[in-house]
């Protein structure tokens, strides 16, 4: 087993105004994103299927089609392969689960 306090781990922007803290198994990665009002992530897809859990503000997700508004306690899980974009409508705090491992994010 391996114990990880990502209270003590430094974040990375990823994008302007997306920033990630980032743990990993052999399996999977778990991201803990503080996204910025506003901030946005351009439309990108990837092998990994994601689960997207909002824990504290409002993120818009669009995918297929679609549009989602996110709050609290809101899950949503994005295939893969599937072409998505995000945006903070306010500040907010979000977890998400990728599987396979992202490699880009270690």
């Known amino acids: 087993m391996e114990f990880t306090d990502t209270g003590k781990m430094e974040s990375r922007e990823v994008v302007k105004g997306v920033h990630g803290k980032f743990v990993h198994s052999p399996h999977m990665t778990m991201a803990w994103w503080v996204i910025e009002q506003g901030a946005a992530l351009p439309e990108h ?10 824990v504290e503000g409002t993120l818009e997700v ?6 989602w508004t996110l709050g609290p306690g ?3 899980v994005i295939p893969s392969g599937v072409p998505h974009l ?3 409508l ?4 979000v977890i998400d ?4 491992a ?5």
């Open 97 to 100: 689960a990728f599987w396979p």
């Open 45 to 54: 897809s990837h092998e990994h299927e994601q689960v997207v859990n909002v």
């Open 62 to 67: 669009t995918a297929e089609g679609k549009k």
């Open 102 to 106: 992202r490699d880009d994010y270690k």
């Open 86 to 88: 995000a945006r903070g």
């Open 90 to 93: 306010t500040e907010c705090r």
């Open 74 to 76: 809101s899950v949503l």
